[in-house]
């Protein structure tokens, strides 16, 4: 892999790990809590108030953000200090690899719950959202042993960029300048922007 | 006193059900507006278009001097959905605080107050889900009077409460007109409806009669509401 003999597969995992969990929860928790908005009626009240739409996704965006932060800490001292895996990133290069993610789902979240109307129909999205960049986002195998024709799906999905860029930051101990980091994290942005403009546009005042 | 709400004309549609069909509706400043009719006559409709939460198809309203939609005037409007509308999770506090950070207030006194006024400091401090049908109406009217709104949209503030505890919400209604507060709530009870100032029959989203409860009695030379309904629903039926 990345590294010299003495790197194993912890180490390769534990970088995708930290930035998996990351969008996997807040995706998960955003689809959830904003669905509920939605079926209880604290979005019709908070539509009723002088609020922007905008300062409502970038509300979700701050809180979500933080919850996201808060969970890459636990998930880098478990495998830092528990899993023992091999880590030389610096933290603020992390932290602002999986805000960046903590956005793509934040807003994915928000833009989907528009189409599940219970709870449960929210969770029906992990094999939809979730599962499929587990699998062909180099979380658990590299891109490289992707087939040919799967490799421009993984090139479609945020993860394979975040993921790609916490493991040149937490396994080679690249900074965020980096072109390659750079560019990956731009991506995870790009994204991010992408749904937060789709989210914004199912939370309409003058809808329905 | 110029008119709080004016509708002209509003017409709704959702897929091949028409939910409003040619509403007009006046409501002068300082008083309490019933609206009422069976569900599905197109009450909720109506106070969501008013509110600018949903665009007519057709048809113009203004309120508070403001043509409709004006994210600036809902600064001056509160509105009670029909649902409680609520954090479940939260306080009642907690509650109140939030949405009246929604309307830019971080005040403390604000949030005591209205708790005071709908009697609910004494539990202010417990999680919603600890509270009754009642209380959750009143922690749900207290977010819609926090930022002293000068017009108010209630969706059926009273369903579901008991006799002396929807006297006591009229209260509050009466004291808010006398401090100049505009009205507007919806009831499917003519027996309640009685009490507005002015009320709008509405049956399968047009107005079967609109006046003061004395003008619709004597128009249809009935006794009661009840029976200005029923004569009205007779003579008239679904309007086409």
Not at chain 1, 33 to 40: G, I, K, N, Q
Not at chain 1, 156 to 172: E, I
Not at chain 2, 99 to 116: N, Q
Not at chain 2, 130 to 152: D, I
Request: hydrophobic share 50%.
């Amino acid at each position: 892999m990345h590294g010299g003999p003495r790197y194993d597969a912890l180490d390769f995992f534990a970088p995708a790990m930290v930035g998996y969990f990351a969008f996997f929860f807040v995706f998960l928790l955003t689809a959830v809590a904003f669905l509920r908005e939605r079926v209880a009626g604290t979005l019709e009240r908070l539509m009723a108030a002088p609020l922007r739409r905008s300062e409502l996704v970038v509300g979700y965006m701050a809180g979500f953000g933080l919850f996201a932060l808060l969970q890459a800490v636990a998930v880098i001292l478990v495998a830092v200090l528990g899993l023992r895996v091999h880590y030389h990133g610096a933290l603020l290069s992390v932290f602002v690899l999986v805000l960046a993610l903590a956005l793509v789902a934040v807003n994915l979240g928000i833009f989907l719950s528009t189409f599940a109307r219970t709870e449960l129909q929210a969770v029906q999205f992990i094999p939809i959202v979730i599962l499929p960049q587990g699998l062909l986002c180099g979380v658990i195998w590299p891109l490289s042993s992707l087939p040919d024709w799967l490799r421009p799906a993984a090139y479609a999905l945020p993860l394979t960029y975040g993921v790609g860029a916490l493991r040149d930051v937490m396994l080679k101990g690249q900074g965020l300048l980096t072109t390659s980091v750079r560019l990956d994290l731009l991506a995870v942005l790009a994204f991010a922007a992408l749904f937060a403009a789709l989210a914004v546009g199912t939370i309409r005042r003058q809808g329905a | 006193m110029s008119d709080a709400v004016r509708a002209g004309d509003v017409w709704k549609r959702f897929g091949a059900l028409e939910v409003l069909r040619g509403v007009n509706l006046t409501v002068p400043a300082g008083i309490t507006y019933g609206l009422l009719g069976p569900s599905g006559s197109g009450k909720t409709t109506l106070i969501r278009v008013l509110l600018g939460l949903s665009r007519p198809d057709r048809g113009a309203v203004t309120v508070l001097g403001r043509a409709i939609p004006d994210r600036a005037i809902l600064q001056h409007i509160g509105y009670m959905p029909q649902l409680p509308a609520l954090y479940y999770d939260l306080t009642a506090r907690e509650n109140i605080a939030f949405f009246a950070r929604t309307y830019g207030l971080t005040d403390r006194r604000p949030v005591d107050e209205v708790l005071e006024l709908v009697q609910l400091a004494g539990r202010a401090d417990s999680p919603l889900r600890t509270f009754s049908g009642g209380m959750l109406q009143r922690t749900s009217l207290a977010c819609a009077l926090v930022h002293r709104p000068r017009l108010l949209f209630l969706d059926e503030p009273t369903v579901g409460l008991d006799p002396l505890l929807r006297a006591t919400f009229w209260g509050h209604f009466r004291r808010l007109n006398e401090t100049g507060v505009t009205i507007m709530l919806t009831s499917h009870m003519m027996e309640e409806a009685e009490q507005a100032d002015r009320l709008g029959i509405l049956r399968g989203g047009a107005f079967l009669a609109e006046g003061t409860p004395e003008e619709l009695c004597r128009r249809v030379g009935a006794a009661n509401l009840k029976s200005v309904y029923l004569t009205l629903a007779e003579t008239q039926g679904e309007p086409n």
